[in-house]
């Protein structure tokens, strides 16, 4: 199964964060981080706070299931400290399952804990800036097309970084 997943962070050091989540995923078993991309600053969306985050995104392949793949990610985000005293808190580390596919079938799943693919996610440029980055022709796997979504963003502020995962 391939996963896109989005990372952010805007507590502490927020480039340390993420380096320490991509670096944990790659260290699970059964998992391997296939492609990083670039790091972007961005401005908070939905948060009373107004600390920027570094965002990005990544696609993995595991041997996990979708719910599997949300429990590992929840546990990286446990190891390093992450709380959430209330909704949209700050956070030392956000990694969140954007899409799933299993060969090039995309997977849907609606359940209490876990709604794929995320139910805001084209709705943020923190997200598909990053996404694009790593499927330039705007398709992911060939199966979902972003570009509409895409321009439809293109207002939320966002900057390339020098950061290299």
Sequence with gaps: MK???AFGSNLGDR??????AVSS????????VLQVSSIY???PVGCTDDLSYLNGCLVAESDFSPNEMLGVLLG???AMGRERPYFNAPRIIDLDLIF???GEKEVKVSTKNLTLPHPRATERNFVLTPVFDMFKEKNIFGVFDFSKE????QDQKIE?????V
């Excluded at 995923?25 to 391997?32: F, H």
């Excluded at 895409?150 to 963003?153: A, G, K, L, P, R």
């Design 15 to 20: 480039e340390k964060n993420i380096k320490d």
């Design 76 to 78: 990286i985000e446990s």
């Design 3 to 5: 996963y896109v997943v």
């Design 100 to 102: 799933a596919f299993d």
């Design 160 to 164: 390339k970084k020098d950061i290299f």
């Design 150 to 153: 895409f321009e439809n963003v």
């Design 25 to 32: 995923l790659k260290r699970i078993i059964g998992t391997d």
């Design 41 to 43: 600053e961005t401005e």
